[in-house]
């Protein structure tokens, strides 16, 4: 067997009745997939062991992440067939649908077993555990019998060979029948056809022919005109067909009564696989509820505490509610204050109904959820009059309040709505600190609302207790439903009553009979409460600077990072062109040489010489161009005129603008080179375009034997890449090269579309394609140039 199922069938207590927890597990029923399932989530309660609760909510955890991953298969055709196999096992026979459904039953737990073992080990895969593997017998019920419960020919030889006889018994029924049709018996007939009546193939007869056809007359029609005769060589035929379907009968009685034995064979078995596998649907309903309430796991922590950011009522309209921050625990009460219809009940409920969701394994509907098991949950939330008790409002709430004092043990967490409500202010008050008291000293966590100006400042003195209240605009004299930690709120009655139009001078003569003393506190309550909502801004406004920092500080980093990636980037490119330009010149320099040795005159030692000469002006103008050069001010697009001298950066010929710049890029031509490229890197210079000299000639030819036709760029950054395919395609240009093979792999698709939009811009290339399947397929682009 796995893990006991995580569910208790005790009646909801008092606390999660007030809570409305019923309408939370009638939700969490609807994501069910079984009537069985469906059954367990209804009978969800809160656990107080703290095992048991991470337990379950690992449990709901593994489902979420599962259904994100990788879906079970359906538990929907997993009807509660238990009372089928127990039946079958005390030897009864099932009906063909009933044998299906078992049949059906035994599929979803073989292909949920299935399932689980391929998810490696996961707390809810030991469920599988108790799932029975008969794949031979349901491979064999399902060939026996049809989704709708009827039994295949398949099911046997001997029905199938039944079958076949009853077909050709009944053809050659009807066949005989359809003869007395036609021919002479045609007009004895008062209708050209034939009925059934009661298994009987009989003909309407016309009354006064009726001793033409030798038979039986089954019935009469109401004028006596017609009479139904069954021939007496179709009754032979029938009753030859009544024998075969007989035997088919007791055939199919045969086959059900021993596949109902085989089913009985594994009844228990299967039994506690469907009560596992409902037990799994009921941990996947908890996930996906998850999914619908965008609940959050709760994170560990020590104690007995719970902290909610930004939680909302899990009943009400996510887009209606004011989200909620609170944190309450052992230690750490809380009394919220304010006024009426300002949300504290609201509040209350969201926490009361968060500890019993996570607490049942489900996830609190949250942005953020710490939590440290309560021990206990206890309410008194509402209007508790009870006309059949003959308990007033107070009288209730003082029979729940007892009941807490009687049986919270340390750790429980205790919830109050209007804690000493109903009766005289000051001994409510009086009795409400009393109260606080003793549960505060018996270890107990409390959340509790109130109006008692002496509970907050109760609240304000006593350690382990802090004020909340819920804000109230003052512009408008209305509630925004938002809970302040740390504050302490007015009731605002008069300022509400004023507003729903009681007369002002009734206003102002309830002020002045409220006492100077209270006003005092209450206008000193108001001010505090103005003095924390100016403290918060001020925090708030320094969370943003503080954040706004770090954000520069990330942003530095990573740029400065950048610029380091850049820099190596450039000494490799640079230690590239320096060993390009030193196997170009070595080339040339032995081209020179092998001249000289051919032609050792003293005028094959002057061409060597001037050859040589030409070679050492190449290799100082590469040398000055790899030196530091400052930086030159961005060139205005405008300046650039078709026909003027310009230069290159990276380069150091001397080119012409073959047209006015038109976008981000130019057209230059750089010896015999027609290069595209951008206008930040062209500077324009008074000197002549450069002439190709001998050397160079040479060079090109040399690079034009060394040259590749093929670059690799995976696992290149996008500007990483673009730069070298960039160079690399001009190098294949001077060296004269046909087409050009681009290795840049498939993957997400960035460096194939940054290969084809620099193809697409380049002047010198006629064409591209993919590569063919020899060639690499869609992970290489072939370009051919002009």
Not at 351 to 367: C, D, E, K, T
Not at 749 to 769: A, C, I, M, N, Q
Request: glycine share 8%; hydrophobic share 40%; net charge neutral.
């Amino acid at each position: 067997m796995g893990p006991p199922p995580a569910y208790s069938t005790e009646a909801v207590n008092h606390a999660l009745q007030v809570l409305e927890f019923g309408l939370v597990t009638e939700r969490l029923a609807s994501h069910s997939e079984t009537p069985l399932g469906a059954e367990l989530c209804a009978q969800l309660a809160p656990t107080y062991q703290p095992d048991e609760v991470w337990r379950r909510l690992g449990a709901t955890e593994e489902a979420h992440r599962l259904l994100a991953e990788d879906p079970p298969p359906s538990l929907a055709p997993l009807h509660d067939p238990r009372d089928l196999f127990n039946r079958a096992g005390k030897g009864g026979a099932l009906e063909g649908i009933e044998v299906y459904r078992c049949a059906a039953a035994l599929g979803v737990m073989r292909q949920l077993k299935t399932y689980f073992r391929t998810k490696g080990p996961i707390g809810i895969a030991a469920y599988a555990d108790s799932f029975p593997d008969q794949t031979r017998l349901e491979e064999r019920l399902l060939a026996a019998v049809s989704s709708g419960g009827d039994v295949l020919d398949s099911a046997s030889a001997q029905l199938a060979a039944l079958r076949a006889r009853k077909g050709a018994a009944a053809h050659k029924v009807v066949e005989r029948v359809q003869a007395y049709l036609s021919g002479k018996s045609r007009e004895w007939l008062s209708d050209p056809i034939y009925t059934v009546r009661d298994g009987r193939y009989v003909l309407p007869v016309k009354a006064e022919y009726k001793a033409r056809i030798k038979g039986i007359v089954h019935d009469t029609s109401g004028s006596g005109a017609t009479v139904f005769v069954e021939p007496d060589d179709v009754l032979q035929l029938g009753n030859a067909l009544r024998e075969i379907e007989l035997a088919e009968r007791d055939e199919v009685l045969r086959i059900l009564a021993e596949l109902s034995a085989k089913i009985g064979g594994v009844a228990t078995e299967a039994v506690g696989g469907v009560e596992a596998a409902s037990t799994v649907d009921s941990i996947f309903a908890r996930a996906r509820l998850a999914y619908a309430d965008r609940g959050f796991m709760p994170r560990r922590v020590e104690g007995h505490f719970i902290a909610l950011h930004a939680a909302r009522h899990p009943l009400l309209r996510a887009e209606s509610v004011v989200p909620l921050d609170i944190e309450v625990g052992q230690g750490a009460s809380v009394l919220i204050t304010g006024p009426n219809t300002g949300g504290k009940t609201v509040a209350i409920k969201s926490v009361g109904l968060a500890v019993a969701m996570a607490q049942s394994g489900l996830f609190p509907p949250a942005l953020d959820v710490r939590l440290a098991p309560f021990t206990g949950l206890w309410a008194d939330i509402g209007d508790e009059q009870s006309l059949q008790q003959s308990l007033s409002t107070f009288s209730g709430h003082l029979k729940n309040i007892a009941e807490a004092l009687r049986g919270a043990e340390t750790g429980a967490l205790v919830l109050f709505d209007e804690l000493g409500a109903g009766t005289d202010p000051a001994e409510g008050a009086a009795l409400a600190t009393v109260i606080l008291e003793r549960l505060h000293a018996e270890g107990c966590a409390i959340l509790a609302s109130t109006h008692y100006g002496e509970l907050k400042a109760f609240a304000y003195e006593t350690a382990g207790f802090t004020n909340a209240a819920m804000e109230f605009d003052m512009k408008t004299l209305r509630p925004t439903y938002k809970l302040l930690m740390g504050a302490a709120g007015a009731s605002q009655a008069l300022r509400i009553a004023e507003r729903y139009g009681i007369p002002k001078e009734l206003i102002e003569e309830a002020r002045e009979g409220l006492g100077r003393q209270a006003q005092n506190v209450s206008a000193l309550i108001e001010e505090l409460d103005r003095a924390q909502r100016h403290a918060r801004t001020a925090q708030s406004e320094a969370d943003r600077r503080i954040a706004e920092l770090r954000k520069a500080e990330t942003e530095t980093a990573r740029k400065l990072a950048e610029a380091e990636e850049r820099r190596a980037q450039a000494r490799r490119r640079g230690a590239e062109a320096i060993d390009d330009a030193l196997r170009e010149i070595r080339l040339e320099a032995a081209r020179v040489f092998e001249e000289l040795k051919k032609d050792p005159t003293q005028a094959g030692f002057a061409r060597a010489k001037q050859a040589l000469s030409d070679l050492d002006e190449v290799g100082r103008a590469f040398a000055a161009d790899l030196g530091p050069r400052k930086s030159a001010p961005p060139v205005d697009p405008v300046t650039l005129k078709r026909g003027m001298s310009v230069r290159i950066e990276g380069y150091p010929q001397v080119g012409t603008l073959l047209e006015a710049p038109t976008g981000k890029s130019a057209t230059v031509q750089l010896g015999p080179l027609k290069m595209t490229v951008p206008i930040e890197r062209v500077r324009p210079v008074d000197e002549k375009p450069t002439a190709t000299v001998r050397p160079r000639t040479n060079i090109g030819l040399s690079r034009a034997q060394t040259a590749t036709t093929e670059i690799h760029l995976r696992a290149r950054r996008a500007e990483e890449a673009e730069d070298e395919l960039n160079r690399f395609i001009d190098e294949a240009l001077l060296a004269g090269l046909p087409s050009v093979r681009i290795v840049h792999g498939k993957g997400e698709g960035v460096l194939r579309k940054v290969t084809r939009e620099l193809l697409r811009r380049h002047k010198g290339v006629r064409s591209f394609r993919d590569g063919e399947p020899g060639e690499g397929g869609a992970g290489v682009t072939v370009a051919e140039f002009e």
